[in-house]
C-alpha cells in the first residue's frame, strides 16, 4: 500500500486547533460576526449619514474603518487564539506531537511511524477527514486528530496516491465516505 512521510511542527497544532475551533464553536461565529456583518452594519450606517448629511468624506472614513475592522479585529483575535493554545501547549505535549511521521496504509488500518514508535490505528477507530487547502485531518476523536500538512510532505512520498488508498480504505470499512 501506500505511504507518506511529513513534518509536524508548533504551527501545525495551533493551525488545527484553529479550524477544529471554527468549524465547532462560538470562534468561527465570531470570526464572521467581525469580518462581515459589523463592517456592514458599519458601512450601512456610513451610507444612511451620506445620503442624509451629504458629507462624503464622513462616509469615506467610516467606510475606511468598516474595512480596517474587518481586516483587524479577526487577526488580532486569530493571534489571541494562537497565544491561548500555545499555553495549554506543554513540552511534552509538543515533543511527542511535533517531528517527523510516516504513515502506511495497510489492510488492517493506518500504520503512523513516530519520533516516539509506532502504533496501528484501525480503520474504524478514522472517525472523518476534513481537508482544507493546507492540511488533512485524520479525526481520531472529538477534538484530536492525525495532522498531515501538505507543505512538509517529503518529496519521495505521493500524497494524492495516498490520500486515494485512505479514502478508498475508509469507503471499503465503512461502506460509505467518511470525508
Given at each position: 500500500?501506500?505511504?507518506?512521510?511529513?513534518?509536524?511542527?508548533?504551527?501545525?497544532?495551533?493551525?488545527?486547533?484553529?479550524?477544529?475551533?471554527?468549524?465547532?464553536?462560538?470562534?468561527?461565529?465570531?470570526?464572521?460576526?467581525?469580518?462581515?456583518?459589523?463592517?456592514?452594519?458599519?458601512?450601512?450606517?456610513?451610507?444612511?449619514?451620506?445620503?442624509?448629511?451629504?458629507?462624503?468624506?464622513?462616509?469615506?472614513?467610516?467606510?475606511?474603518?468598516?474595512?480596517?475592522?474587518?481586516?483587524?479585529?479577526?487577526?488580532?483575535?486569530?493571534?489571541?487564539?494562537?497565544?491561548?493554545?500555545?499555553?495549554?501547549?506543554?513540552?511534552?505535549?509538543?515533543?511527542?506531537?511535533?517531528?517527523?511521521?510516516?504513515?502506511?496504509?495497510?489492510?488492517?488500518?493506518?500504520?503512523?511511524?513516530?519520533?516516539?514508535?509506532?502504533?496501528?490505528?484501525?480503520?474504524g477507530k478514522i472517525l472523518k477527514i476534513e481537508k482544507s487547502k493546507r492540511y488533512v485531518f485524520l479525526y481520531t476523536?472529538?477534538?484530536?486528530?492525525?495532522?498531515?500538512?501538505?507543505?512538509?510532505?517529503?518529496?519521495?512520498?505521493?500524497?494524492?496516491?495516498?490520500?486515494?488508498?485512505?479514502?478508498?480504505?475508509?469507503?471499503?470499512?465503512?461502506?460509505?465516505?467518511?470525508?
Amino acid at each position: 500500500m501506500s505511504v507518506v512521510t511529513y513534518i509536524v511542527r508548533k504551527i501545525d497544532l495551533l493551525e488545527f486547533n484553529e479550524f477544529h475551533a471554527k468549524m465547532n464553536g462560538g470562534y468561527g461565529k465570531s470570526i464572521t460576526r467581525h469580518r462581515i456583518i459589523w463592517p456592514g452594519i458599519i458601512a450601512f450606517i456610513a451610507l444612511f449619514i451620506v445620503m442624509s448629511s451629504q458629507d462624503a468624506r464622513l462616509g469615506i472614513y467610516i467606510i475606511t474603518g468598516a474595512f480596517v475592522w474587518s481586516l483587524g479585529v479577526p487577526a488580532l483575535l486569530q493571534k489571541k487564539f494562537h497565544q491561548h493554545v500555545a499555553e495549554q501547549l506543554s513540552a511534552d505535549v509538543l515533543e511527542k506531537s511535533t517531528g517527523e511521521f510516516t504513515l502506511k496504509n495497510t489492510d488492517s488500518g493506518l500504520l503512523e511511524i513516530k519520533p516516539n514508535g509506532e502504533e496501528l490505528l484501525e480503520w474504524g477507530k478514522i472517525l472523518k477527514i476534513e481537508k482544507s487547502k493546507r492540511y488533512v485531518f485524520l479525526y481520531t476523536g472529538e477534538a484530536s486528530a492525525i495532522i498531515i500538512p501538505k507543505e512538509t510532505v517529503s518529496e519521495a512520498s505521493d500524497f494524492n496516491v495516498f490520500y486515494a488508498d485512505l479514502i478508498a480504505a475508509l469507503k471499503k470499512e465503512n461502506g460509505e465516505a467518511t470525508v
